[in-house]
């Protein structure tokens, strides 16, 4: 199985409706863990976000590409 175009390296960003952006966090994506992986914010901002933006930094050696199957946001609306 060829896991060269999996991401390794990411940030992620909260979109506000401004388009304004707060760093949530960056993270890594271990190939020799689970397929979906849970990773945990960084930064606890209390507010809520119109988008999210995923920056990847880097994959497991892929040119031209990263494959992403499936991002999935949880939490709490915060009153």
Known sequence: M????APRH???FGVGEEE???L?????YD????????FLLQNNAQKTFQFIRI???SNW???GYTCIYRVQVDGQIVE
């Open 2 to 5: 060829d896991i060269s175009s």
């Open 61 to 63: 050696g892929k040119s």
């Open 31 to 38: 190939i020799e863990s689970k397929p979906t992986q849970t």
């Open 55 to 57: 920056l990847m930094q």
């Open 10 to 12: 990411f940030t992620v």
């Open 20 to 22: 304004e952006e707060t």
């Open 24 to 28: 949530l966090g960056a993270f890594s």
